[in-house]
């Protein structure tokens, strides 16, 4: 067996032995809890045949949308085969949070060394924001996977000399996060355009020349962008179909971004807020009918208030990035006796402490990459004042004191900020976790800006920034043209 092969599977052994001890602990006394009722509701109905359907106190059933149907699915398998209890929920949550440290693994054995891509591996693995919330019958841990799964397919398909298999894999694996969590969709032509848009080299070595080959990347770019989001679009189609005829109005995934959109019109801490139900909207109960009539009136909100909304975002970020938090609360809301509140704090801190130094360690390596010559012989890297390396060094260096002495946010944002500073043809030329941290971070921020904010929406973020931390390109020094 090979070394390379031997880190994966040490990766993969730690991961899913500490996430299975999570589960150990929790079994019989962590039950569903918050939006996990739900999931865990949803999940058994499917699981005895019953259909994605809601039963109301008054004895009447029906078909719901409003929370999204790939986790549910996912676990009513589970519970289909082993039973409705929780704790098979939870062993489906340890084996994707067990890939996930795989696949950055394998995202960073592609750029740096065998031993730093096991400890990224590892420090996925491990991460003390991520392991306890195995626990969780919840659905940001499992995007958390499989996104950095796609990114892995991804910077195959960057490597393939026929890609075509890797992106369709990745668009499927996009396809099952967007029906997780239909925010992921945003992020698939991202991952298409970043596998196919870049310089390819010859046998010998020698860069296509910019000139000639500028077009041809464009079309690569775009081709690959197109096939993994439409083979992501194909995978959500039945469901979408399934809306359209059952729920009076077509959905992509589910029929909640009015209610969030109104949320994010009313909350005063960034967060979440118990809704206002609009005065437009009181006779309204069909559930799609609900949430347009929310989302309508939370537009017109917006139109006549625009600053006051705007005004929203900073507290919105905050909530999302400063501290994720998620399993601390919880554990600590599913049985407060078995996590108690002291555990509660202890948990952050330490998952806090370990986020900011890796964040930190994410920083640095953007502070220190250089930025290879433009690949064809003879020629020089082009520079704006933007990709001034001073430019970069200042943005990591602005982010390096946020960690110890401002609140996360300003961190996570100075990190996207310097990969962007490297300019494009850097981006196109560096590891695909490079750019894709940037997208993962900015396409984050910019969702619960627009909607509301909580720390475990900022949960996707921690793999990127973890691997990047031991980003160490082979080829970062400048080779000198003769």
């Not at 090979?2 to 032995?17: D, W």
């Not at 054995?109 to 096991?118: C, E, H, I």
């Not at 997780?180 to 298409?192: D, E, I, K, T, Y």
């Amino acid at each position: 067996m090979t070394t390379g092969r031997r880190g994966g599977l040490v990766v993969a052994a730690v991961g899913l032995a500490v996430r299975l001890a999570v589960v150990a602990w929790a079994a019989g006394t962590i039950p569903a809890a918050a939006d996990g009722t739900y999931y865990d509701t949803l999940a058994a109905r499917l699981a005895e045949g019953r259909g994605y359907t809601w039963l109301w106190p008054d004895g009447a059933v029906t078909y719901a949308a409003h929370y999204p149907v790939g986790y549910p699915a996912m676990v009513a398998l589970g519970y289909a085969v082993f039973g409705a209890t929780p704790v098979v929920a939870m062993v489906l949550n340890a084996l994707f949070g067990a890939a996930a440290g795989v696949a950055a693994w394998s995202l960073v054995a592609k750029a740096s060394s065998p031993r730093l891509a096991l400890a990224a591996g590892l420090a996925v693995a491990l991460h003390p924001a991520l392991v306890p919330y195995t626990a969780a019958l919840m659905t940001e841990g499992v995007t958390t996977s499989l996104l950095v799964v796609a990114a892995a397919l991804a910077a195959h398909a960057r490597d393939a000399d026929k890609p075509l298999r890797w992106l369709a894999l990745t668009g499927l694996v996009m396809g099952v996060a967007t029906l997780v969590r239909p925010q992921s969709l945003v992020l698939a032509p991202v991952l298409g355009w970043l596998a196919t848009a870049r310089e390819r080299r010859s046998a010998l070595g020698v860069a296509e020349r910019s000139d000639a080959t500028g077009g041809k990347r464009l079309r690569r770019g775009v081709l690959g962008a197109a096939v993994v989001s439409l083979t992501t679009l194909a995978v959500c189609a039945p469901w979408t179909a399934r809306n359209c005829s059952r729920m009076e109005r077509c959905a992509l995934v589910s029929v909640n971004g009015g209610w969030n959109l109104a949320i994010g019109t009313q909350t005063d801490t960034g967060g979440w807020h118990e809704l206002a139900v609009p005065e437009a909207c009181k006779n309204v109960f069909q559930e799609a009918a609900k949430d347009e009539c929310f989302g309508r009136e939370a537009k017109k909100e917006i139109l006549r208030h625009p600053g006051a909304w705007l005004a929203r975002a900073p507290a919105k970020l905050r909530v999302t990035f400063d501290y994720f938090g998620a399993a601390p609360w919880y554990l600590h809301t599913a049985n407060a006796e078995r996590f108690p509140y002291g555990a509660k704090v202890a948990l952050g801190a330490i998952e806090t402490l370990a986020a900011r130094l890796l964040l930190a360690a994410a920083l640095v390596t953007l502070f220190r990459m250089r930025v290879a010559d433009g690949g064809v012989p003879g020629q020089r890297a082009r520079m704006s004042c933007w990709t001034s390396p001073w430019v970069r060094k200042g943005l990591a260096a602005v982010g390096l004191i946020a960690c110890v002495l401002v609140p996360g946010t300003v961190g996570y944002l100075a990190l996207a900020a310097a990969i962007l500073a490297l300019g494009w043809r850097a981006l196109e030329r560096a590891p695909l976790v490079v750019p894709l941290t940037a997208a993962v971070i900015l396409t984050t921020a910019l969702t619960h800006a627009v909607f509301f904010g909580a720390g475990r929406y900022g949960l996707v973020v921690v793999p990127f920034v973890a691997a990047l931390a031991f980003v160490r390109p082979r080829n970062e020094r400048p080779t000198r043209q003769t």
